[in-house]
């Protein structure tokens, strides 16, 4: 069974630039959530994608979007970047079934200069 | 709205020794879950144990218990024999259920940097 992977790992970009991070779900999951973790802090949700629509999303801008993809993989693009977007950002997947675990992935870590 | 307070920034244990990480909990919800997350350097969160707000045993899982107090929402981890490799950030979480379905979304508290000392 894959588990959740994520790419790129590390990542840098300029003020204003726009950045796109992929999220490839465990196998058999249909949900996949994004969430930003900042240094320091604990993951904050963006928003989660299920059977290719957004199904909630966390106090984020709309600069931030996603797509879900018909095989359940995931991105998460951020627009007109700022110094603050700079974090790890981590791509959990899931099913709709009555299950409570999210699988993380690694993570991307953005650094904004 | 859901909220997850961890007062402890950091915690040491001397290894094979238990130790306690604190976590509270605010929620007007009657049904909810609650998680432990560990996130070692490396940055992926590994899952460690839940609880929902309607089991009446707290949860365990190998060296990992949940000390589940409703009364007082208090949902605090308790490792037992702590080793080496225990050295991680520890997140407590809490589970939402919007109205609409099906979503699932995290709240995580600010993490428990915990050391365990040789």
């Known amino acids: 069974e894959t588990g959740v992977t994520q790419s790129p790992t590390h990542l840098i970009k300029t003020r204003g630039q726009q950045v796109t991070l992929r999220c490839s779900s465990q196998?058999?999951?249909?949900?996949v959530s994004w969430y930003q973790q900042a240094l320091g802090q604990g993951p904050q949700f963006i928003f989660q994608?299920?059977?290719?629509?957004?199904?909630g999303r966390g106090n984020f801008p709309p600069r931030f979007s996603g797509l879900q993809f018909p095989n359940y993989s995931s991105e998460l693009n951020v627009n007109a970047l700022e110094l603050d977007d700079s974090a790890l950002y981590l791509c959990?997947?899931?099913?709709?079934?009555?299950?409570?675990?999210?699988?993380f992935g690694p993570g991307t870590r953005l650094t904004v200069t | 709205a859901q909220k997850i307070t961890q007062t402890q920034p950091g915690m040491f244990v001397q290894e094979k020794e238990a130790v306690t990480l604190d976590c509270t909990y605010d929620?007007?919800?009657?049904?909810?879950?609650l998680f432990w997350y560990k996130q070692p350097s490396s940055g992926e969160m590994i899952f460690l144990i839940y609880?929902?707000?309607?089991?009446?045993q707290n949860a365990t899982e190998g060296r990992y218990s949940l000390n589940f107090q409703k009364a007082r929402k208090s949902a605090n981890l308790v490792i037992s024999a702590s080793q080496l490799g225990d050295s991680a950030m520890y997140f407590c979480?809490?589970?939402?259920?919007?109205?609409?379905?099906?979503?699932?979304?995290?709240?995580f508290g600010s993490g428990t940097q915990l050391t365990v000392l040789p």
């Open positions: 959990a997947s899931s099913t709709d079934t009555d299950t409570y675990e999210q699988y």
């Open positions: 196998s058999g999951h249909n949900t």
């Open positions: 994608y299920y059977r290719e629509e957004e199904n």
């Open positions: 929620t007007s919800d009657q049904s909810y879950g």
């Open positions: 609880q929902g707000s309607y089991d009446e």
């Open positions: 979480a809490m589970r939402e259920v919007w109205s609409s379905g099906s979503a699932r979304q995290l709240t």
